[in-house]
C-alpha cells in the first residue's frame, strides 16, 4: 500500500512542481508548461464521458 501512495503522489504531484524548471528547459512559457500538463486530463475526461459507443447498441 505503500508503494502503491508513492507512485501516485509521484506521478501525479511531482510533475506540478517541476513545471517552471521543465517549462524552461524546453524554452516554453510557464503558462504553455501548464497546458501541456492539463490537456491529457482534459482529454481524459471528454472521452470518459462521452456518448460512445452508444449504449443502446449491440454486438451482434
Do not use: C, K, N, Q
Not at 33 to 43: E, F, K, L, N
Request: charged share 10%; net charge negative; proline share 8%.
Amino acid at each position: 500500500m505503500t508503494m502503491g501512495i508513492f507512485s501516485i503522489v509521484t506521478t501525479e504531484i511531482l510533475p506540478i512542481g517541476l513545471l517552471t524548471s521543465v517549462g524552461s528547459s524546453f524554452r516554453i512559457s510557464d503558462g504553455t508548461a501548464g497546458t501541456m500538463m492539463i490537456m491529457p486530463g482534459t482529454v481524459a475526461a471528454i472521452v470518459h464521458w462521452s456518448p460512445w459507443p452508444p449504449a443502446d447498441s449491440t454486438d451482434g
